[in-house]
């Protein structure tokens, strides 16, 4: 089983903490960025011939911006190629101003089962700070549209952890989500990425970023919040009503492999992670000119035994410590470590499987590099 993701690098605004690859400068170029990743489609379908697919994600950027006619046209190249499972799960990252009746009709026409909506907020104030391309009516409207239209696995995001947001405003985030009935919430906590606006702001001291306490309570409402109504926290990002857990992303976190195409798009096939150029003009070159501009390495024995340990943990299936041995030897600094944090109260071990305790989902990315080789 493996999974393809499509890059979509087009969105109508910079979003002020985004790091994302994408351009709002698009339309002269858009119809030769949709060709090209049909063409490495095609190019590069041996390298999962021997797999049904399981999974197929178009993320970005903003994919709602495809059109009826671009988003066939890539979905159609991908039934052409690939060995696709008829129950596969597709998922389409949509914004809420992109989402009409019509537009969904058509997502779900071309078969797209599942949304992810970049929805971030039902706060003006907090919207417009982001500088989302969307108002509080469309964060609402969406989701009844989505469900009208038959999409019956609907995603949002959320941002926690704004400078100044109180636990309320947080509160009544998650509560206005839950009483729209999605089945799955990701929710982010903001952090400041070099090269973006925030970044910027922080640096001229125009802003100051909530505290880790302030985020950490943050953290702990959403639990309660997503948990008292029914969710299960199957990743530290991620909450999901039983059966509504992200294929798509779960496959990344087991170390499943896949195949990323367009801009910036990053696969896996076990042994090497490679990467395309982040750069629309020069990938769409390369492809024309059969020179596809990218990068890649090889996994080290380091490497898999930290992405395990860190995909792991933050999961609900935690980590296996015989697999992680498997890759390198557990050395006596690792397991004084480990018998470390376990004295703190963050980790627990069962049946030689590693979770994180309650209280260690708010450390989980620190535990991680304190164990990594
Ligand atoms: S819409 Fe999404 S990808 Fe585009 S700038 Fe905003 S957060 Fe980034």
Redesign the pocket.
Known sequence: MAGIYIHIP??????T??????S?TFEKYRVALVKSLCVELVARKDTLANQSISTIYFG???PSLLTEEELTLILSTVRDNFAVQEEVEVTL?A?PDDIDLSKVNVWVKAGVNRLSI?L?SFHSDSLIW????HTVAQSVACIPIAQQAGIQDISIDLIYGLPNMSNEVWREEIRTALQLGVQHISAYCLTVEPNTVLSAWVKKEKIQPASNELQNEHFTILQEELLTAGFEHYEISNFALPNFISKHNSSYWKGAIYLGVGPSAHSYDGKYRSWNVANNQRYIQGIENKQPEFDFELLTKENQFNELLLTGLRAKWGVSLVQLGAILPLDKSFLQQLEHLEKKGWVVCKENTLYLTQEGKSWADKIAQDLFA
Request: charged share 20%; glycine share 12%.
């Open positions: 087009f969105c109508k605004k910079a979003c903490y985004c790091d994302f690859h994408f709002t970005g950027g903003t990252e914004n970049g971030q982001m500088n989302r391309a």
